[in-house]
């Protein structure tokens, strides 16, 4: 137990590596090991379903239960310490470094291998993946499930000194102790994806992938973008090129924030049918934020002192943040969703916009002292003071 949240900590510490005094450098560099909520509490939403792990370590499961996905097992009932969703089957780590795992399998994505019953420190599936990661305390990467285009395929460079691991929608990366990141997986429609540029290598502190496109933020500061081009989302800025401090992608645009609190975005612009300004930063968001999020097609910044700015698509009203949001108390967490977005005030309420289909919007006026948001595609969790998760 001892060595296993030893390792999970210098996992975490790694992955913050850029540090700023009152910055959170938002990024889906590592979705396995982001979002770990106070204590051992973490939340984990797949497709379809949604996990929950307590502060006791016991995994709770809600949502569809086709194939079995929300029904769990007795052995992960106690002593979990993270959890995550994939698209039909779930997984847990054991305190004692064990993964577990349960509900659909057509490709053996829910058939755990002998090598990551022992020993892991890390999991992985992303909630549209039918594969699965796992990280043992060695830095090894171990896969298994859907292989349709090699996402199972480890690379001989992803079996050692590896420290972060992230299952993408088709293809997978790894980033390794000495800042190389590992790239795998991929399929005709993401030309480039796996071209990891060479300047990347070796001083890479954080990743993070679009769509069919990946960033990786340098330890220098620079941005470096690869894979799809078609609208730019690839073509790095010369603003982006230095000093920045968090990146995140979206399904066709990028953004960089930067140490000065200024925003940069990229990618497309070219007004087509889903171009809906999501590059072009509002003269708000050029100074004084502190947190970046992209939204599908969507973006949301956070100053420092609380308020929101948005821009993009808003055909669901997913960027309308409400002005009281603003005062007399300040938003502290964005999440943003593919058409909906949620903000956590300073004083632990919960406010959303956008599109409501599914009642992802109508936020339980019992809600109390919630620590924490986030969204998936159809719905809405929030984690309270007491540990309760509401969804």
Same mark, same amino acid.
């Given at each position: 137990?001892?060595?296993?949240?030893?390792?999970?900590?210098?996992?975490?510490?790694?992955?913050?590596?850029?540090?700023?005094? #009152?910055?959170?450098?938002? *990024?889906?560099?590592?979705?396995?090991?982001?979002?770990?909520?106070?204590?051992?509490?973490?939340? =984990?939403?797949?497709?379809?379903?949604?996990?929950?792990?307590?502060?006791?370590?016991?995994?709770?499961?809600?949502?569809?239960?086709?194939?079995?996905? &929300? %029904?769990?097992?007795?052995?992960?009932?106690?002593?979990?310490?993270?959890?995550? /969703?994939?698209?039909?089957?779930?997984? /847990?780590? %054991?305190?004692?470094?064990?993964?577990?795992?349960?509900?659909?399998?057509?490709?053996?994505?829910?058939?755990?291998?002998?090598?990551?019953?022992?020993?892991?420190?890390?999991?992985?599936? *992303? #909630?549209?993946?039918?594969?699965?990661?796992?990280?043992?305390?060695?830095?090894?990467?171990?896969?298994?499930?859907?292989?349709?285009?090699?996402?199972?395929?480890?690379?001989?460079? =992803?079996?050692?000194?590896?420290?972060?691991?992230?299952?993408?929608?088709?293809?997978?990366?790894?980033?390794?102790?000495?800042?190389?990141?590992?790239?795998?997986? *991929?399929?005709?429609?993401?030309?480039?994806?796996?071209?990891?540029? #060479? @300047?990347?290598?070796?001083?890479?502190?954080?990743?993070? &992938?679009?769509?069919?496109?990946?960033?990786?933020?340098?330890?220098?500061?620079?941005?470096?973008?690869?894979?799809? #081009?078609?609208?730019?989302?690839?073509?790095?800025?010369?603003?982006? @090129?230095?000093?920045?401090?968090?990146?995140?992608?979206?399904?066709?645009?990028?953004?960089?924030?930067?140490?000065?609190?200024?925003?940069?975005?990229?990618?497309?612009?070219?007004?087509?049918?889903?171009?809906?300004?999501? &590059?072009?930063?509002?003269?708000?968001?050029?100074?004084?934020?502190?947190?970046?999020?992209?939204?599908?097609?969507?973006?949301?910044?956070?100053?420092?002192?609380? %308020?929101?700015?948005?821009?993009?698509?808003?055909?669901?009203?997913?960027?309308?943040?409400?002005?009281?949001?603003?005062?007399?108390?300040? =938003?502290?967490?964005?999440?943003?969703?593919?058409?909906?977005?949620?903000?956590? &005030?300073?004083?632990?309420?919960?406010?959303?916009?956008?599109?409501?289909?599914?009642?992802?919007?109508?936020?339980?006026?019992?809600?109390?002292?919630?620590?924490?948001?986030? %969204? @998936?595609?159809?719905?809405?969790?929030?984690?309270?003071?007491?540990?309760?998760?509401?969804?």
């Amino acid at each position: 137990m001892a060595r296993l949240c030893i390792s999970l900590l210098l996992i975490q510490s790694f992955l913050i590596a850029v540090p700023f005094d #009152n910055v959170s450098a938002q *990024g889906s560099f590592h979705p396995a090991l982001s979002d770990r909520w106070g204590g051992g509490q973490q939340i =984990a939403g797949g497709r379809y379903h949604s996990l929950a792990l307590t502060s006791d370590g016991e995994v709770l499961a809600w949502g569809s239960n086709q194939s079995g996905r &929300t %029904t769990v097992p007795i052995e992960a009932q106690s002593n979990i310490v993270q959890v995550s /969703a994939g698209q039909d089957h779930s997984l /847990a780590l %054991t305190s004692d470094g064990k993964v577990i795992a349960w509900g659909g399998g057509r490709f053996g994505e829910a058939d755990v291998p002998e090598e990551a019953k022992s020993d892991i420190v890390a999991i992985a599936s *992303g #909630n549209s993946a039918f594969h699965s990661l796992a990280l043992t305390s060695s830095g090894k990467v171990i896969a298994w499930g859907n292989n349709s285009y090699g996402v199972s395929d480890v690379p001989e460079e =992803a079996e050692r000194g590896v420290v972060a691991i992230a299952a993408g929608y088709r293809h997978s990366l790894a980033l390794t102790s000495a800042g190389e990141v590992v790239a795998w997986g *991929g399929d005709p429609y993401q030309s480039g994806v796996l071209d990891i540029p #060479n @300047e990347v290598q070796g001083h890479a502190v954080a990743i993070s &992938t679009g769509k069919h496109h990946s960033l990786a933020l340098t330890a220098s500061g620079k941005v470096v973008a690869w894979g799809s #081009n078609d609208y730019g989302q690839s073509s790095v800025p010369k603003e982006a @090129e230095s000093g920045v401090i968090a990146i995140a992608a979206g399904r066709a645009h990028s953004l960089a924030l930067k140490s000065d609190g200024s925003v940069i975005a990229w990618g497309i612009s070219n007004g087509s049918w889903d171009d809906y300004g999501q &590059t072009v930063v509002p003269e708000a968001a050029k100074n004084g934020v502190i947190e970046i999020e992209a939204g599908y097609e969507y973006s949301l910044a956070r100053k420092a002192d609380g %308020t929101i700015v948005a821009w993009g698509d808003n055909g669901s009203r997913q960027i309308d943040a409400p002005a009281r949001i603003a005062a007399p108390v300040k =938003a502290k967490k964005l999440a943003a969703g593919a058409a909906h977005s949620l903000a956590l &005030t300073s004083d632990g309420k919960v406010f959303g916009w956008g599109l409501n289909l599914d009642k992802r919007l109508d936020i339980p006026a019992d809600l109390q002292a919630v620590q924490a948001i986030g %969204t @998936e595609f159809s719905y809405s969790l929030a984690l309270q003071a007491d540990g309760s998760i509401v969804g």
